[in-house]
């Protein structure tokens, strides 16, 4: 008797998204537009909970280096309480939705608790649940925070302390087990409010969604969104995997372990991003130069966009554009990659 059984594929929730937004993302223009302010398209938050008592996290990227220190909020009682540093997917998915908010509103004052719920169901989150409790709870960690960015250029130094929100309140729940303090409305400071304006990076939305769940994957892909049509034609630029291990590699002790995690986010990320010119090998990548995500077009033509809105561009690199470790520089240029291919291991 000939056995006739096939074997089947079973794919994770998380993979069949993928799958399905990739497709679509190939074949139908983006709708949805987000936006990331380009500096944290650059620099990531912590990806693990460093634990409540680290109160400062710093990061560098090229030239720039940013400082994000844990502030504290009120509770019902009428006391501060520290909260701790923001960390994970969840904060960078927050910082995705009020600078979308923001630019698609043209105001600084956001009502989170109207469109919070919203946007996490467009991401395909259970909002009925610890992942939505998460939400709040890494917004408060936002909206308590400050922000310290830097720039070093020809010997000299350029800082911006700001904090992203300025101004929230909070809901206090009324059962005791319900701890988490998240802010109902938030006010972006103006500062941060009126960078986007001119620092806004467009996102495609069914990308963030199908991303959603991994930090390195949402940092990899705002990165390359910034980055990659902005490389001039004809001239790739090589980035050794020292360099990445400095920006990526946040909780990986060794460069190999990263190398292999970082291979495999980034055929993810691909998926994403199927535009994305990009060649990998012992060396490090070779990006060249490929269109954003978003057509600059589409994110200027944004529906229910106020007339008097700020002109959003795709951001300005803060870090140079060849920013590479020191050795990086020794290196022969790679040649042009060939078309969206994923990277070779």
């Known amino acids: 008797m000939t056995d006739h059984s096939v074997t089947q594929l079973t794919l994770t929730r998380h993979q069949k998204k993928l799958i399905d937004a990739s497709a679509e993302i190939r074949s139908v223009p983006p709708e949805h537009i987000d936006f990331l302010h380009t500096i944290q398209c650059q620099i ?3 990806y693990r909970n460093p634990g409540d008592d680290v109160r400062e996290w710093d990061r560098k990227q090229g030239n720039a280096t940013m400082r994000i220190e844990a502030g504290s909020a009120i509770n019902s009682q009428g006391n501060f309480v ?12 927050v910082l995705i939705h009020l600078a979308s908010e923001a630019v698609r ?3 600084p004052v956001i009502d989170v608790d109207q469109t919070m719920t919203s946007f996490a169901r467009s991401l395909g989150l259970d909002t009925n649940g610890r992942q939505l409790k998460g939400l709040k709870d890494q917004l408060a960690r936002l909206a308590s925070a400050t922000a310290r960015m830097g720039v070093v ?23 005791a087990d319900q701890r988490v303090l998240w802010p109902s409305t938030v006010r972006l400071s103006e500062e941060y409010f009126r960078s986007l304006g001119k620092h806004a990076v467009p996102l495609d939305h069914r990308a963030v969604a199908a991303l959603s769940s991994s930090s390195m994957a949402l940092d990899v892909y705002a990165w390359l969104a910034q980055r990659l049509h902005r490389i001039p034609a004809g001239k790739p630029q090589p980035i050794t995997w020292l360099a990445l291990y400095e920006q990526f590699g946040q909780g990986f002790a060794r460069l190999r372990d990263f190398r292999r995690n970082f291979l495999h986010t980034l055929h993810t990320v691909i998926a994403a991003y199927p535009q994305a010119r990009i060649d990998a090998d012992e060396v490090g990548l070779t990006l060249s130069q490929s269109p ?9 033509s944004l529906p229910n966009r106020k007339a008097d809105a700020p002109t959003v561009s795709h951001g300005h690199l803060v870090a140079s554009p060849t920013s590479t470790d020191p050795a990086a520089g020794k290196e022969e240029p790679a040649q042009p990659a060939t078309g969206a291919a994923a990277p070779s291991h």
């Open 44 to 46: 990531g938050l912590p």
């Open 82 to 93: 520290h909260l701790g540093l923001p960390y994970g997917e969840k904060p960078r998915l």
């Open 105 to 107: 509103t043209s105001n």
């Open 153 to 175: 250029e020809d010997g000299r130094a350029v800082q911006v302390n700001t904090q992203i929100v300025a101004a929230f309140d909070l809901w206090f729940p009324k059962q």
């Open 292 to 300: 954003p995500p978003v057509p600059l077009r589409s994110a200027r």
